[in-house]
Every structure is written in structure tokens, then in C-alpha cells.
């Protein structure tokens, strides 16, 4: 298991209610991984009753930090955002140093992934939270892009517009920019359609908010994996 192969990614939040037969239906669909992270109300008790039910089903599962009080053992990946976008260093690497002061001793290395974060949508909860600076050109995102490969040598870098489809020339863009590091896209999708788009460029597409809302039309966005793949 390698999260570099992977193409899609189920992002389910701990502070939201999914019955066992969505459950059911999201973790059978043929997606790569499922990935429990959310902006609010994240505890370690709503993260580990998710994990557990996610855990009957044979799927690589990814924790994406975002308390570090919510942190858990068990997952195959611990997904660790720093928010290359932000000028609050507490996302940047604050709460990082913080954990790592911790729990530094204990860490298993290898299962900690970073994502170079690049938050596109100003009105998501996470670019409020940490304080974003979302108003950027091409080239200001081409750059972060660059940070994150060359400077930081961050295996993913994220953009993120979640709750909104994002700019799928902008992405291209970004992807032409990237060698080493995947390229995650996360933002609006919520059909086949726009899962093609997204994945024509991203190598790997996030797949949040359209579980809660039409769950065929999550289990849809998988189609387009196939459809990249033959
Ligand atoms: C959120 O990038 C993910 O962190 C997915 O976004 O919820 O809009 O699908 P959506």
C-alpha cells in the first residue's frame, strides 16, 4: 500500500452522521483510501467510533490531523497539513512543533505524511480558520507549488477549494509544475463530470462534502478512475 498510486479518496468527516449503509457503500465502492478529517467539532471519541467502523472494511485509512487531542494509533498514514498559504505560523508549523515536542519520542516516522496545503476557497471553513491568504495569482500558486517540491521536498502538495469546483486550468498548470510531489485536488466534486475534470490533472482527487449530501452521486466519482485507468 502506497498512497502514491493512489487516484481517489473518500474524505469522511468524524463530526458528521453516515449510516452503516452509506458506510457500507462508500468503503465498497473501489476507492483507494479513506481519509476521517474535518475543520470543526473533531474529537478523539467521534475520530476513533469512525475509525472503527471504517476498520471492518479492508481499506488503507489515513487520520488527516487537524487537533492534535483527536490523534489516534491505528491508521495506515497520519496526513499532516501545513498551510504553505498562511501567514499564522501556527499552521505552518506551530501546532507541528507542538505535537512533535510531545510526541517526538514515540512518532513512527514513516507513517507521517505532510501535505503542502494551498487553500483556494476564501470561504471554507479552513481558510477561516487559518487565515488563508486565498486572493493569489497564477503565479503566486505556481510558486507555492514549487515550495512545496523543491524547498520543503513535500510529497503532496493539496490544493484545496473545498465546497466550491475549483480552476481546473490552474491546476493543470500546477501539475505541469510538479515533478516528485502529487498533486491532490479537493473542492466541489460531486458527479462523475467533474471527477474526470479534476482527475484529468490532479493525481489524486478528494471526495468530501457529497457524501453527506447525495450519497450516488459520491459513489459516481469513482467511475472516473476506471475510466483514467482503461
Ligand atoms: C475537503 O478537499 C476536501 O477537505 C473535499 O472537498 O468537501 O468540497 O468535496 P469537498
Redesign the pocket.
Known amino acids: 500500500m502506497d498512497f502514491k498510486t493512489w487516484q481517489h479518496v473518500f474524505?469522511l468527516d468524524p463530526a458528521k452522521e453516515i449510516t452503516d449503509g452509506h458506510l457500507e457503500r462508500i468503503c465498497k465502492s473501489g476507492t483507494d483510501a479513506i481519509l476521517i478529517?474535518g475543520s470543526d467539532n473533531v474529537t478523539l471519541d467521534n475520530v476513533l467510533h469512525l475509525t472503527e467502523r471504517v476498520q471492518h472494511y479492508q481499506l488503507p485509512i489515513v487520520l488527516e490531523i487537524s487537533t492534535i487531542d483527536s490523534v489516534a494509533p491505528g491508521f495506515d498514514y497520519y496526513f499532516i497539513p501545513t498551510v504553505l498559504n498562511s501567514d499564522n505560523l501556527l499552521w505552518v508549523k506551530g501546532l507541528h512543533h507542538k505535537a512533535i515536542r510531545e510526541y517526538g519520542e514515540i512518532l513512527d516516522w514513516d507513517e507521517l505524511v505532510p501535505e503542502g496545503y494551498c487553500i483556494l476557497n476564501a470561504d471554507c471553513k479552513?481558510a477561516k480558520l487559518t487565515d488563508a491568504q486565498t486572493d493569489l495569482t497564477t503565479e503566486d500558486v505556481l510558486a507555492y507549488a514549487r515550495l512545496a517540491e523543491y524547498f520543503f521536498r513535500l510529497p503532496i502538495f493539496?490544493m484545496?477549494?473545498?465546497?466550491?469546483f475549483g480552476d481546473m486550468e490552474l491546476v493543470e498548470k500546477v501539475k505541469r509544475v510538479l515533478v516528485e510531489t502529487r498533486l491532490f485536488y479537493?473542492?466541489?466534486?460531486?458527479s462523475v463530470d467533474t471527477a474526470r475534470k479534476a482527475l484529468a490533472f490532479a493525481d489524486t482527487i478528494?471526495?468530501?462534502?457529497?457524501i453527506y449530501e447525495n450519497i450516488d452521486k459520491a459513489i459516481e466519482t469513482v467511475e472516473a478512475v476506471a475510466e483514467t485507468a482503461g
Open positions: 474524505k478529517g479552513a493539496y484545496e477549494y473545498s465546497g466550491m479537493g473542492g466541489g466534486i460531486h478528494v471526495v468530501g462534502n457529497i
